[in-house]
């Protein structure tokens, strides 16, 4: 199975300033036909997760621009720039390369 | 709009089986994949496996082969998940989620499965 891994696992941010979450893939997500199959989620308290980010850098529908995703094939980051109050939650990268799809174990962003 | 509505809470106890349910609306349920998702209590994410609702067609993570059996009614938009022979360790929250291209937008609410004597 594909191991993704986090970090950091939690992060504390003052509103406004932005932060950066990273994931390691243990296997290229790069398919040969020029797509990297990461994707970023936001799982708010007591809530499903949604989708963010979709092929390493792509917004998804309705998701602010301050989110934006970027990487190489096995290193990816997600940005959050001007973080707000609606941002606190757990960040899960995933790739949807192979089977088992799987995903990284979360980081938490708290706010300062 | 899309939704899929899960079936409530269940406490089962250990060895037996429970059946939860994921209904589909505001699309043509049988156009799209559904997935089912694990979470354990404070835990990350475990993609189970998928149906595709049109040919019954489904793809299982290896490790829940022979734990859980996929299944859907067209009739109803309905998809559901069987677990079986339940231990301590299938106690978490379980998700349906719709695939398509971009990816898992679409979530359930999630069911709270516990295993408890």
């Known amino acids: 199975d594909i191991v993704m891994t986090q970090a950091p696992l939690s992060v504390s941010v003052t509103p406004g300033e932005s932060a950066s979450i990273s994931c390691r893939s243990s296997k290229s997500l790069l398919h040969s036909n020029g797509i990297t199959y990461v994707y970023w989620y936001l799982q708010k308290p007591g809530k499903s997760p949604q989708l963010l980010i979709y092929r390493m850098s792509n917004l998804a529908s309705g998701v602010p621009d301050r989110f934006s995703g970027s990487g190489s094939e096995t290193d990816f980051t997600l940005k959050i720039s001007r973080v707000e109050a609606e941002d606190v939650g757990i960040y899960y990268c995933?790739?949807?390369?192979?089977?088992?799809?799987?995903f990284g174990a979360g980081t938490k962003l708290e706010l300062k | 709009q899309v939704k899929l509505l899960q079936s409530g809470a269940a406490l089962v106890k250990p060895g037996a089986s429970v059946k939860m349910s994921c209904k589909a609306s505001?699309?043509?349920?049988?156009?799209?994949?559904v997935s089912w998702v694990k979470q354990s209590h404070g835990k990350s994410l475990e993609w189970i496996g998928e149906i595709y609702p049109n040919s019954g067609a489904t793809n299982f993570n290896e490790k829940f082969k022979g734990k859980a059996t996929l299944t859907v009614d067209k009739s109803t938009s309905t998809a559901y998940m069987e677990l079986s022979r339940l231990t301590s360790e299938d106690s978490a929250i379980y998700y349906c989620?719709?695939?398509?291209?971009?990816?898992?937008?679409?979530w359930g609410q999630g069911v709270m499965v516990t295993v408890s004597s």
């Open positions: 505001g699309y043509t349920f049988t156009d799209y994949w």
């Open positions: 995933g790739q949807l390369l192979e089977n088992p799809y799987t």
């Open positions: 989620t719709r695939w398509e291209l971009p990816g898992y937008r679409y």
